[in-house]
Antibody, heavy 121, light 107 residues
């Protein structure tokens, strides 16, 4: 059974940093593209960024709104995906989801339950 | 960025009704279109990819169609568990973008 479990969401002050984790099980972690998607309270979904698979050297892509502030990485040994968030702004307040992409499709299939990040003074 | 426009933003329907939600892309995205379902307080669930392919385990009352810029999600006979918000999403080009959502409510 595929499971994605996010953690690390907390209350943080503007300008602060935070690292979110997404622990994967039931998948061949290195084979799949993995994304972060966020949802501000009461709002729609916003794509944050992507970790492409091992065959593509875990290349990353980012939304313009987070590029140069956020960084996505992986630890194969822990089957974990990370989102390092720096220079946080109040508008980064959201539930952050990790999601797996179908091999060869670039479309999502499995999602984690999400973790809430609140940026406030 | 590719803009995704859904209509209607919300609709009221009864159990057993046929429901249709439309999604328009601001440029040709071929069939790189997915539909997601989200219930309050829950993570999104992927329903359809490649415009018309059902994800494993998704009931056959859900169907998708379209290509290019215009797409449709149809629920052939609405069930109580289908009351939720539905999002379309393009994955033709970075950045991935989502429609604003359609909330399906009980009439």
């Amino acid at each position: 059974e595929v499971q994605l479990v996010e953690s690390g969401g907390v209350l943080v002050q503007p300008g602060g940093s935070l690292r979110l984790s997404c622990a994967a099980s039931g998948i061949t972690f290195s084979d799949h593209y993995m994304d972060w998607v966020r949802q501000a309270p009461g709002k729609g979904l916003e794509w944050v960024g992507r970790s492409i698979n091992k065959a593509n050297a875990y290349t990353t892509e980012y939304a313009a709104s987070v590029k140069d502030r956020f960084a996505i990485s992986r630890d194969e040994s822990k089957k974990s995906l990370y989102l390092q968030m720096n220079s946080l702004k109040t508008e980064d307040t959201a539930v952050y989801y990790c999601a797996r992409l179908i091999s060869g499709s670039n479309s999502f299939d499995y999602w984690g339950q999400g973790t809430l990040v609140t940026v406030s003074s | 960025d590719i803009q995704m426009t859904q209509s209607p933003p919300s609709l009221s329907a009864s159990v057993g009704d046929r429901v249709t939600i439309t999604c328009r892309a601001s440029q040709d995205i071929s069939n790189y279109l997915a539909w997601l379902q989200q219930k309050p307080g829950k993570a999104p669930k992927s329903l359809i990819y490649a415009a018309s392919s059902l994800q494993s385990g998704v009931p056959s009352r859900f169907s998708g169609s379209g290509s290019g810029t215009d797409f449709t999600l149809t629920i052939s006979s609405l069930q109580p568990e289908d009351f939720a918000t539905y999002y379309c999403q393009q994955y033709y080009r970075y950045p991935l973008t989502f429609g604003g959502g359609t909330k399906v409510e009980i009439k």
